[in-house]
T-cell receptor, first 116, second 114 residues
Framework: DTGVSQNPRHKITKRGQNVTFRCDPI?????LYWYRQTLGQGPEFLTY??????LEKSRLLSDRFSAERPKGSFSTLEIQRTEQGDSAMYLC????WGGGTSYEQYFGPGTRLTVT | GQQVMQIPQYQHVQEGEDFTTYCNSS?????IQWYKQRPGGHPVFLIQ?????EVKKQKRLTFQFGEAKKNSSLHITATQTTDVGTYFC??????????????FGSGTQLTVLP
């Protein structure tokens, strides 16, 4: 399977705990995106990487959220001191780089986070 | 900030009927993409529109981008049960140094009754 993969698929945690999610993009894709999706809403942009550089971060993103893409391949998203409002589906997407051209984004299956 | 609105939020149709969802942006877009998300699935890319007034077709699906590049529509002719899912538009503003992100609409959830 050469699609975008995400692990774990489900995570249940207690409020105040830290969680970390992993995303493995399509291997030749330079761009990687993290989104959050809640029920009945479209994906909400969190952050974007081009290779290993984090080029954009949503202004809505709390300081408790941090993302890395250390070697320009897989990425991790960490949420510290989780809150119940963090419960959502966390989606990763990747796309090829084409200068200023927009390309389709390939989404992974997501990690569903439940904070109790 | 940029807002992308979609209507209707829900649509129930009988199989064979047509379906249309509309997308409106508060700002001019450089391009717009459409995605489909099946129940329990993840968004899957359908198409991208770039030019003002552009119309593209994929079998029974017709996509339009408005002349002012602030609105778009997706029309499905003769719906089938396989069309069930939520359809999202996602817009990108012209690059201004920090505009790689897509802003998704809230989606239109389509139910097709057999």
């Amino acid at each position: 399977d050469t699609g975008v993969s995400q692990n774990p698929r489900h995570k249940i945690t207690k409020r105040g705990q830290n969680v970390t999610f992993r995303c493995d993009p399509i291997s030749e894709h330079n761009r990687l995106y993290w989104y959050r999706q809640t029920l009945g809403q479209g994906p909400e942009f969190l952050t974007y990487f081009q290779n290993e550089a984090q080029l954009e971060k949503s202004r809505l993103l709390s300081d408790r959220f941090s993302a890395e893409r250390p070697k320009g391949s897989f990425s991790t998203l960490e949420i510290q001191r989780t809150e119940q409002g963090d419960s959502a589906m966390y989606l990763c997407a990747s796309s090829p780089w084409g200068g200023g051209t927009s390309y389709e984004q390939y989404f992974g299956p997501g990690t569903r986070l439940t904070v109790t | 900030g940029q807002q992308v609105m979609q209507i209707p939020q829900y649509q129930h149709v009988q199989e064979g009927e047509d379906f249309t969802t509309y997308c409106n942006s508060s700002t001019t877009l450089s391009n717009i993409q459409w995605y489909k998300q099946r129940p329990g699935g993840h968004p899957v890319f359908l198409i991208q529109l770039v030019k003002s007034g552009e119309v593209k077709k994929q079998k029974r699906l017709t996509f339009q981008f408005g002349e002012a590049k602030k609105n778009s529509s997706l029309h499905i002719t003769a719906t089938q049960t396989t069309d069930v899912g939520t359809y999202f538009c996602a817009g990108r503003t012209p690059f201004s140094g920090s505009a790689r992100q897509l802003t998704f609409g809230s989606g239109t959830q389509l139910t097709v009754l057999p």
